[in-house]
């Protein structure tokens, strides 16, 4: 099953922060985090694996807690480059990784 | 190393005709995918591969769908007949061997997509 993100989409301005929410109803391994720009490929983030450990890329970081299958992205200080859709990836204990559907994310200047 | 090479990298094709998406995974991953992306469900993982084994094919949609690596440096995705709800992005990624037992902690390299029309 797909894991389930929150909010579908959201607009910043440059410089506000913004939270994404990733959770499974699966028994997790890890959670692996990815950028899509429009037209392109999806890009790795970062991976986190289980226990409870949090992450950080530039002003991007991400916690994983895998009691509640939950995952949270945080984007601080938002840029125009943070522009995307982020999807959230979930994988049970293979190199399998199931996708969400994406949180559309546009900074306005 | 050029990275995930897809080809084409758009393909309009009529309806009942046979498509074939091709892929060249970065040289020494372990692991291939086939990823298909639409508006509706997002990114979902078709088939994957490791070592040239198909591994999980629970996300082929159809019997219409068929996917082969016949050696590590080459991958096809097929579709026939075509269908106009084929129509989509087709994805292709490649990834080492995990570092750690169980496995799904090491990140995935995407090819440009193949963009397929389906008229």
């Known amino acids: 099953q797909q894991p389930v993100q929150s909010p579908q989409a959201v607009i910043l301005r440059e410089g506000e922060d913004a939270v994404i929410n990733c959770s499974s109803s699966k028994a997790l391994y890890s959670v692996h985090w990815y950028r899509q720009k429009h037209g392109e490929a999806p890009v790795f983030l970062m991976i986190?694996?289980?226990?409870?450990e949090q992450k950080g890329h530039d002003k991007i970081s991400a916690s994983f807690n895998e009691k509640k299958q939950q995952s949270s992205l945080y984007l601080t200080a938002s840029q125009l480059s943070y522009s995307g859709t982020y999807f959230c990836?979930?994988?049970?204990?293979?190199?399998?990784?199931?996708f969400g559907t994406g949180t559309k994310l546009q900074v306005i200047p | 190393d050029a990275g995930v090479i897809q080809s084409p990298r758009h393909e309009v094709t009529e309806m009942g005709q046979e498509v074939t998406l091709r892929c060249k995974p970065i040289s020494g991953h372990d692991y291939l995918f086939w990823y298909r992306q639409t508006m509706m469900r997002g990114l979902e993982l078709l088939i994957y591969f490791n070592n040239n084994v198909p591994i999980d094919d629970s996300g082929m949609p159809e019997d219409r769908f068929s996917a082969k690596m016949p050696n590590a440096s080459f991958s096809t995705l097929k579709i026939q007949p075509s269908e106009p709800r084929d129509s989509a992005v087709y994805f292709c990624?490649?990834?080492?061997?995990?570092?750690?037992?169980?496995?799904?902690?090491?990140?995935?390299?995407f090819g440009q997509g193949t963009r397929l029309t389906v008229v």
């Open positions: 990624a490649s990834s080492l061997a995990p570092r750690q037992a169980p496995a799904g902690d090491t990140e995935a390299f």
């Open positions: 990836g979930t994988a049970g204990g293979y190199q399998k990784v199931t």
């Open positions: 986190l694996l289980k226990g409870g």
